[in-house]
């Protein structure tokens, strides 16, 4: 009988002790995102950042009183944009995210700052891309304008699948690596993050192509 009551008040510590350090609510905030595309013929463009927003549920569990382990699901609007004085041309991705992040916090006063890195999963369920040339544009295009030297090719072919296994598709999953700088205020944070993909999401073809996401968001816990 004392072993099983022994047993007992251990678990309910246990269970008291997880839900203080387990923290939940919601997150949201806007991206600005492109594609880096690695190979001599595009070694040049310079492209534009595509802008986004993104959206979820964040958790967040208390380690130590400094040490943190901190997760999120997430829908991410995620793209590439390459823009000149002929045309603007657009990939755009809708990601279900998931990242996981191991996290140090540094109390000052009544507020923290925090460090996080960690590695992210996504899952690509919506994407299209687009090409609108100037109406008026300024000066005639030359004739090699919309060929490989420029960011336009892979936007100008609508009859291709988005996503799929043949040239100029996409694929749907993607992992990489996120770094994150939070400042935070009781149930409060303050989030900007960076994330960079290992995997080529056009595999098909002769360039390697890899995501790239700066991220500003805003985290409520509903319990802190």
């Not at 939940?24 to 463009?45: C, D, H, M, P």
């Not at 990242?99 to 700052?113: A, S, T």
């Not at 205020?185 to 056009?202: C, K, M």
Request: aromatic letters at 16%; a neutral charge; hydrophobic letters at 35%.
């Amino acid at each position: 009988m004392k072993t099983k009551l022994i047993i007992l008040v251990l678990l309910l510590i246990s269970g008291t002790s997880f839900s203080q350090g387990f923290h939940y609510g919601f997150t949201g905030g806007f991206t600005a995102a492109t594609i880096i595309e690695k190979s001599e013929i595009n070694a040049g463009v310079k492209k534009s950042p595509k802008y986004g927003y993104q959206c979820g549920v964040a958790a967040e569990f208390d380690v130590l009183s400094t040490v943190y382990i901190s997760s999120a699901l997430c829908f991410v609007k995620k793209g590439d944009k390459f823009k000149d004085q002929f045309a603007v041309s657009k990939a755009s991705f809708g990601y279900f995210e998931m990242p996981i992040y191991v996290g140090y916090k540094v109390p000052i006063g009544n507020v923290y700052l925090s460090g996080n890195v960690g590695p992210y999963s996504s899952l690509a369920i919506v994407g299209k891309r687009s090409f609108t040339p100037d109406p008026d544009p300024e000066t005639e295009p030359p004739f090699e304008w919309n060929f490989e030297e420029t960011g336009h090719e892979s936007n100008m072919d609508n009859t291709t699948e988005f996503f799929g296994d043949e040239w100029n598709s996409y694929k749907r999953f993607d992992s990489g690596l996120s770094f994150a700088l939070r400042a935070g205020y009781q149930q409060y944070q303050l989030s900007a993050s960076y994330s960079f993909s290992f995997i080529d999401i056009r595999p098909n073809e002769t360039i390697k192509s890899t995501n790239s996401v700066l991220n500003i968001s805003f985290i409520y816990f509903l319990k802190y």
